[in-house]
């Protein structure tokens, strides 16, 4: 399996991907992505580094079908409708938009977009709201995306999101790899919750 990811994360690389983008593609955190990366490109080196406690999640299963992407932002829908009305849903780029778009459909609201700084080409440029969608602020707001690694990128998308006086009412994701309940005073929803044992 590991195999399989070290060339997946190198042909990324090869055609242009940042390390945020990869580990976003891969469901990985940034540091396995780091981590396979280095596999890829070091195969002759001796010492190997050891591969960082971490799931790789794989669901295209899901992403291949927009029936069964309908069906999953629904069930989204349904935990963010818990927590109030709600005026935008923000999806996180990139797996975050397909369920961010069915949701704002199935909630009557609007749809904006997040970009995270591990997709940007200078970190130092901070994460952004798109332009080209619905505006946050003022607004309350509802943050999608498909998996959280670390908490990184909701925790970033929530400071960002208070910067322009909105009001993040909930983050909903696809899977929660860490266990989060909640970030920034914000209640983190979702539909599977993975566990390490041992």
């Given amino acids: ?33 780091r981590w396979l990366i280095l596999q890829g490109t070091n195969k002759k080196t001796k010492e190997k580094e050891e591969a960082p406690l971490d ?44 369920l961010a778009t069915m949701m704002a459909d199935i909630l009557e609201a609007d749809l904006a977009v997040f970009h995270p700084i591990k997709h940007r080409k200078r970190e130092d440029a901070g994460g952004a709201i798109s332009s080209n ?39 909903v994701v696809l899977i929660d790899k860490k266990g989060i309940p909640e970030l920034e005073d914000v209640p983190v929803e979702s539909l599977i919750r993975v566990s390490r044992l041992g």
């Fill in 55 to 98: 799931f790789a999640i794989n669901w295209k299963s899901l992403g291949g079908s927009s029936t069964r992407i309908g069906y999953v932002s629904a069930a989204l829908a349904d935990m963010a409708a818990q927590h109030g009305e709600v005026d935008v849903i923000v999806g996180i780029t990139v797996s975050g938009i397909p």
């Fill in 133 to 171: 969608f619905a505006s946050v602020e003022g607004k309350k707001v509802v943050i999608v995306d498909d998996v959280i690694t670390s908490g990184g990128t909701i925790g970033e998308a929530i400071k960002v999101l208070r910067s322009l006086k909105s009001q993040p009412i909930a983050a």
């Fill in 1 to 33: 399996m590991n195999q399989k990811l070290i060339k997946k994360a190198y042909d990324l690389r090869s055609r242009g991907f940042t390390t945020g983008e990869i580990a976003d593609e891969l469901n990985v955190s940034k540091d396995t992505a």
